[in-house]
């Protein structure tokens, strides 16, 4: 277990390093293959009628001027030992893990990622929460009650919930519920969690429900299915032979099995939004992640983008890994 | 009757388990009787859907039960007495309370059949603390000493084995200990060998057949396999189509058996002692669909002597009789004449 841990985090390194090689390509080399010169790309950077040699040193800082194996290589070497920008003015110091500096809006991209974290992962933690448990439960409760008016009631729920889009559901909600009955706080409030947390609650509610309402969606008939599955297993019938009573077949026996890939698809979502909950963001006004990376993709702010992305891939690989264990330590066949 | 006093131990009377479906009604278990003692064995024979299983699982109660309009489950009609307590009238509630506890099942396939994420200890611990308040550690000595009891080596470290951790046998013999573990007087085989490695299917009939004398348990033996009856069973039961078609004491079945399917049975067994160039005989034809048995004789269609029933065969079905009360035979032909058969042609062929 352990052996296959650190084998696999050597391949997590390895995966990042090929995931920014290719974002760098992406956001650095493709513009010119379009045409773009470093000067026309540098030239964003300065102000109105720049001078020849403003223009040159944005190039310079950029590290436009040199090859892009060594862009590349550089671009790694500060995530790992951290390095100082200067911004013309005076020197900034950026410690590792160094991402780089924003000169869009002059702030270091690391801090920048690791305070908007709270506002995501706020997002992500409570959503996560409801879309599992209201997902496995109407599933678990379809799979039982399989053909009766439940099950179609939470069919047709759960059609709905992956059709509605979260910017169609955030204005279906809080018109009536924030701005005609002020029952909650309108979209845009955010406060934290250890500034009030109450408020912060009331603020969550809504951005919440409309994430979790479409993935609690895909986890009731992702459930069902899987409890369908396994309640035709010998094994099922065989807890059933024992005498158990129903409740125990269903609870202990059947859903034990079925909620192991589920648990496995639950990781990979929940890193998925901690990596950006990107609509709910937006609709929502909350600077979080997905927020930051709408913005800096908007603004051309290369250093930003490469940094989330590379953020949110982490995070995609790192649950990926997670998930893997987990799986191993859920089924005892699993070996690593 | 009396609860318990004259009835046999196990008494099936006119069971039939139909299943309503979109395209008829299947009558998988269509009217069949019998009666089982403690300490004696009843083969069950017959080909996939001849409705031996479905007969196993509704003596248990394992199926969902139709509504009162007759959809959505089984229709189940007849009557099983267990020890005197009818199982078909009884609530479900009270038939889950005797499932493990007074009658239990072992399955064809051992490895499907057990859980693959909880260990065979804790599969028979829980099996054993449904029917009896203990304590774990008590219920856990309790299964080391019957995984000891069907030959499993090292039990106290197997217990916390997974199944898949198990050989075929160890875990069919895990799948036993698991049936045995309260130590029901009901004891219901389906397949229990056909999974498993030829060598080993010896091991494991025999170890049913001694625990069954050490439990004084009937045994109700579910196979296709007329040499598995052979060896463990008194009396057999032939089924085809959801009915039995003979039924009688495992020797007179075997020295003299009267229904035609029961000679093509024994016909298509491999005999080591048979000369090579000697095929088997395959009964021609496929067993019949549930849902349009044939009409009359349900065997008529693959039978070779419909000729010589005068035409009933297709029209009328035939009555389960026959001379002797302790040999019951479904056939048009004339007793004399089946004797006559057997004797004339089908013997020296087996």
Known sequence: MLTFIVRRLFAVAGLL?????????????????????????????????????????????????????????????????????????????????????????????????????????????GAGVLWLFFGVASGLASAVRKGSLLDRASMVTALLGISLPVYFL???????????????????????????????????????????????????????AGMLDVLSEDFVRTARAKGLSERRVILKHALRAAITPIITIFGMDFATVLGGAV????????????????TSIQNGDFPMMMGVTLFAAAFIVLANLLVDVMYAVADPRVRL | ???????????????????????????????????LERGKTLGIVGESGSGKSVTSLSLLGLHRRADRKGRGGARISGGIWLDGQDLVTASAEEVRRLRGEKMAMIFQDPLSAMHPFYTVGAQIIEAYRVHNKVSKPVARKRAIELLELVGIPQPNTRVDDFPHQFSGGMRQRAMIAMALVCNPRLLIADEPTTALDVTVQ????????????????????????????????DDIMVMYGGKAVEYGTAETVFRQ???????GLLGSMPRIDRAVQDRLSPIRGNPPSLINVPAGCAFHPRCPYTAETG???????????GSDPGHLVRCHLDPARRQEIFTEQIRENL
């Open chain 1, 17 to 125: 390093l090929v995931v920014a090689f290719v974002t760098m390509v992406i956001f650095y080399e493709m513009p010119q293959w379009g045409g773009q010169t470093p000067a026309t790309m540098a030239v964003q950077y300065v102000g109105k009628q720049p001078s020849p040699a403003a223009i040159q040193g944005v190039i310079h800082r950029f590290g436009f001027d040199r090859s892009f194996l060594v862009q590349y290589i550089d671009y790694i070497r500060t995530i790992v030992t951290g390095t100082t920008f200067s911004d013309g003015t005076q020197d900034i110091v950026c410690k590792a893990p160094c991402l780089g500096y924003s000169f869009r809006n002059y702030q270091q991209v690391w801090p920048t990622i690791l305070g908007d974290l709270p506002v995501t992962f706020s997002i992500a933690a």
């Open chain 1, 170 to 224: 955030a204005p279906l909600l809080s018109l009536p519920l924030a701005y005609r009955w002020s029952i909650l706080p309108a979209p845009g409030s955010y406060v934290g969690i250890l500034s009030d947390p109450g408020q912060w609650f009331l603020d969550m509610i809504l951005p919440w429900t409309c994430l979790a309402f479409g993935l609690a969606a895909l986890y009731t008939r992702l459930t069902r």
């Open chain 1, 279 to 294: 609509l709910v963001e937006i609709t929502f006004s909350m600077k979080g992640i997905g927020f930051l990376a709408i």
């Open chain 2, 1 to 35: 009757m009396t609860a318990g006093g004259e009835r046999p131990f196990l008494d099936v009377r006119d069971l039939r388990v139909h299943f309503p479906t979109d395209d008829g009604v299947v009558k998988s278990v269509d009217g069949i009787s019998f009666a």
């Open chain 2, 202 to 233: 010896a091991q494991i009939l025999d170890l049913m057949r001694d625990l069954q004398r050490e439990f004084d348990s009937a045994l109700i033996l579910i196979t296709h396999d007329l040499g598995v009856v052979a060896e463990l069973a």
């Open chain 2, 257 to 263: 058996p009267e229904h035609p399917y029961t000679w």
């Open chain 2, 311 to 321: 035409g009933r065969s297709d029209t009328e079905i035939p009555r389960l009789a």
